[in-house]
């Protein structure tokens, strides 16, 4: 879809394809990594409180992330 838009702007179909590929690989990126690093920083707190009594306690993994946030 962005390759036919951006050829119709006169860029070259090599050129329209890597700037779509990029913008592709960029947003599937962000997108995971706006998932799971939330996700491995819970993790890694609800490991933590398991070996260390002086960390604090979470329930679970929601209240964890409501007290991280």
Same mark, same amino acid.
């Given at each position: 879809?962005?390759? /036919?838009?951006?050829?119709?702007? %006169?860029?070259?179909?090599?050129? *329209? &394809?890597? /700037?779509?590929?990029?913008?592709? %690989?960029?947003?599937?990126?962000? *997108? &995971?990594?706006?998932?799971?690093?939330?996700?491995?920083?819970?993790?890694?707190?609800?490991?933590?409180?398991?070996?260390?009594?002086?960390?604090?306690?979470?329930?679970?993994?929601?209240?964890?992330?409501?007290?991280?946030?």
């Amino acid at each position: 879809m962005w390759v /036919i838009s951006l050829v119709g702007l %006169g860029v070259p179909e090599p050129t *329209a &394809a890597a /700037i779509a590929n990029a913008t592709a %690989g960029l947003s599937a990126s962000m *997108a &995971a990594q706006l998932i799971c690093t939330p996700v491995d920083v819970v993790t890694q707190r609800l490991m933590v409180q398991s070996g260390n009594p002086n960390c604090d306690k979470y329930r679970d993994g929601m209240d964890a992330l409501r007290k991280i946030l």
